[in-house]
């Protein structure tokens, strides 16, 4: 089974395709649950009107599920608390000029 960092790091694949930035440095992974051998994975969008929800969903079970040990990846999309640019790290809020 992966730890938590090496489900984070697999979570850094994926991208959001208007700011081209991951979504773990956007802070948009809110938490990472590791019940064995499934993965569960809290996230947000940067507003409840964003469509990549779906797409966002299936690559997190694309690049998890790919993790040794791990045979079943759970998305869950939640908008409470709401996403803000705060949530970014510093490399974030560099490379988008905040």
Do not use: N
């Not at 938490?31 to 409840?48: A, K, M, N, Q, R």
């Not at 079943?72 to 970014?88: Q, R, T």
């Amino acid at each position: 089974m992966p730890s938590e960092e090496t489900v984070y790091e697999a979570l850094e694949e994926v991208i959001d395709p208007e700011l081209g930035l991951d979504f773990v440095s956007l802070g948009l992974v809110y938490d990472v649950e590791i019940e064995s051998p499934d993965v569960y994975v809290t996230f947000t969008l940067t507003t409840p009107a964003c469509p990549i929800g779906p797409q966002v969903s299936e690559q997190m079970k694309e690049f998890v599920g790919d993790l040794e040990g791990v045979r079943d990846v759970h998305p869950k999309m939640i908008f409470d608390p709401p996403w803000s640019p705060e949530m970014m790290t510093d490399d974030a809020k560099f490379a988008l000029g905040f």
